[in-house]
């Protein structure tokens, strides 16, 4: 079954630049999208088709793709980016949506 | 505004049966696919299951293929699950989401807040 994996944590001081890597061998074919979930609240679209920005997201978030890793980066991080951050594509058929395992963002 | 709101969680014994449900608003509701996530405590997310938009098809995660049982009125703008012969690893908070079409791939552009099911004797 196709998977993604995630490092189960990063930390970074504020004003620094997280990234936050998601691997998965289905990624050189399919695009992914980035989440953030902060502490008793639903996911929160930030990252979409790789690189896309939804409205109202900061510019400090970007995403990007190589190979079979997808990388979310937050530049200048602030203190209310802590949270966790989960990849997320779909599977080869279509129908299936598939998550990383998350990421918690822990800033110093 | 554009909102999704779960409720009909609770307690529940394994092996019963519990049904939640999802009430769409300021969107067309009938236009989407649906989706149920769930998360374990302080666990991360899990698809469950997916309807789409006309309710004729259904896909199941393995873990609940056969048990869980996911359906649609779009007259009430609602999708529900009916769990059955429930375990203790479904425990869980459920949430509903609607699926955006990105090519040949999708995302979650809206989310409840999630209802929180128990499994517990």
């Known amino acids: 079954s196709y998977e993604l994996t995630q490092p189960p944590s990063v930390s970074v001081s504020p004003g620094q630049t997280a990234r936050i890597p998601c691997s998965g061998d289905?990624?050189?074919?399919?695009?992914a999208f980035w989440y953030q979930q902060k502490s008793g609240q639903a996911p929160v679209l930030v990252i979409y088709k790789d690189t896309e920005r939804p409205s109202g997201i900061p510019e400090r978030f970007s995403g990007s793709s190589s190979g079979t890793t997808v990388t979310l980066t937050i530049s200048g991080v602030q203190a209310e980016d802590e949270a966790d951050y989960y990849c997320q594509s779909v599977d080869t058929s279509g129908t299936y949506s598939v998550f990383g395992g998350g990421t918690k963002l822990t800033v110093l | 505004q554009v909102q999704l709101e779960e409720s009909g969680g609770g307690v529940v014994q394994p092996g019963k049966s519990l049904r939640v449900s999802c009430a769409a608003s300021?969107?067309?509701?009938?236009?989407?696919?649906m989706h149920w996530v769930r998360q374990a405590p302080g666990k991360g997310l899990e698809s469950v299951a997916v309807?789409?938009?006309?309710?004729?098809?259904?896909y199941y995660a393995d873990s609940v293929k056969g048990r869980f049982t996911i359906s649609r009125d779009n007259s009430k703008n609602t999708v529900y699950l009916q769990m059955n012969s429930l375990r203790s690893e479904d425990t869980a908070l459920y949430y509903c989401?609607?699926?955006?079409?990105?090519?040949?791939?999708?995302?979650?552009?809206?989310w409840g807040r999630g209802t929180l099911v128990t499994v517990s004797s």
């Open positions: 989401a609607a699926e955006v079409a990105a090519g040949p791939d999708f995302y979650f552009e809206i």
């Open positions: 300021g969107f067309t509701f009938s236009s989407y696919t």
């Open positions: 289905a990624l050189p074919k399919k695009v």
């Open positions: 309807i789409i938009y006309d309710g004729s098809l259904q």
